[in-house]
């Protein structure tokens, strides 16, 4: 039987320790395909942006020179796309988008070229998880890749994930052994508070440069930003379907007509 | 009584027809205080990108000689940001993002800057909506800003869009007159076809054009998309609670725990 095929990106950038990691984890027992394509250099808070006016660059990475993948000069969603559509030549049974450094919670995904390339994916149904560790610094990635590659394991052995659901998964800053176990989440209302520095140029113009730090959190305790507080990891599932279901009635009550 | 405030965003530009013909008409009967901040070039399929390692220029900006707002070397969500936290000096009632040269159907909306300025403002709990005219020709935008008016005006006259909820309103294209009226929507399942053009470059390296159309659409009857081809107007609620409800069930019978 053909070995299922795993396709890796980021947004920190083909570069990254925590895709490298995951990488080494999921080669190691031999029982996937592993692709890589990813963007050329770190594009964090991108968002779902995609590249439609400008030509985007591939170009193949060696690592000791052996070959490791794609590096794409474009956005983790460009290289999703461009992975399943053009540079793949069988579509992927999972996607796996990082591990990013930092964690994507609350409203904080709605930026997350992280969460984005997994979303990307799922545009193309193919299941596709996003996953980030909580922490800024380059750590040690190996237990994340290792539950990584369990979870893995699990959706394949699952026959996939539901059509149209997306895993966000989060893993706390602390050693393996204080970690209290897996929660199932929603995504909470952990806001950033955006502080702008107001500068101004040699040439008597304003510039601003854009700072933060999560701040207001509310809402459910079935949060992923409190599980991850509480030390335990948390798996979000998500979907692209901004539809606010429960609104529809309330504006079909506004009876609005076509008059000007 | 104080005007009440519209912030005015896209990403077409602050140049855009459809930014300035919907700033003339909420102009016009005065009952309002419009502000501008926009960005200073087209940021098309940006997606929810915000700035974050660089510093973001903003200039004044003068129509004949008048102020008009503020162009800002950003996303549209940046726009956003700056506007209600640095910029402004009172929060926004009302932030109105377009009017978008083209649609925002469907699957597409996650690509969408105009979708996203809308969405950030609804991050600092301003009530926003997008409104985009259903063609990629800058045609008369008038009816379409007319009817954004009337809609600004019947979200003021309701004290506002419940809380975490957008509206994104798409206009068809076609003439008032052949408008058959208003359909409140859900995001359909209408997907982009992408196709990548290859090329190589004269050093011998591959890149790629992306390119693409409608092509599959497939839900709900009450679709964004089909509103749109029928000849009515579409108003979508939509929120960024990506959080998958009906699957946290599911995924809780996995049993997941932090064994490696």
Tied chains: 1, 2.
């Excluded at 929603?186 to 440069?209: H, L, M």
């Amino acid at each position: 039987m053909d070995k299922k095929i795993i396709l890796l990106t980021n947004d920190d950038g083909i570069e990254a320790k925590g895709l490298s990691t995951l990488y080494n984890i999921l080669k190691k027992d031999k029982k996937f395909d592993i692709r890589v394509v990813a963007p050329d250099k770190e594009s964090s808070a991108v968002g779902h942006a995609i590249t439609v006016f400008d030509p985007i660059s591939v170009r193949k990475k060696y690592k000791n020179g052996v070959f490791f993948g794609y590096a794409v000069d474009g956005t983790p969603a460009d290289c999703v796309k461009l992975a399943i559509k053009a540079i793949l030549d069988k579509t992927p049974d999972l996607l796996i988008s990082g591990i990013n450094r930092g964690a994507n919670l609350g409203d904080n995904i709605i930026y997350s070229g992280t969460v984005s390339a997994a979303t990307e994916g799922t545009v193309y149904d193919v299941s596709s998880i996003a996953v980030s560790v909580d922490n800024l610094k380059d750590l040690d990635y190996s237990y994340a890749a290792k539950f990584t590659n369990k979870i893995a394991n699990l959706i394949l052995d699952n026959g996939g994930l539901p059509k149209g659901t997306i895993l966000n998964i989060n893993i706390p800053d602390v050693l393996e052994d204080n970690i209290k176990g897996v929660k199932i989440t929603c995504q909470s209302d952990a806001k950033f508070k955006d502080i702008f520095i107001k500068r101004v140029d040699p040439r008597g113009r304003d510039y601003y440069w854009m700072d933060g730090e999560f701040a207001k959190v509310s809402g459910s305790k079935n949060g992923d930003y409190s599980a991850i507080k509480d030390n335990y990891i948390s798996v979000t599932p998500i979907h692209y379907d901004m539809t606010d279901y429960k609104a529809i009635k309330y504006f079909k009550k506004w009876k609005i007509d076509k008059k000007i």
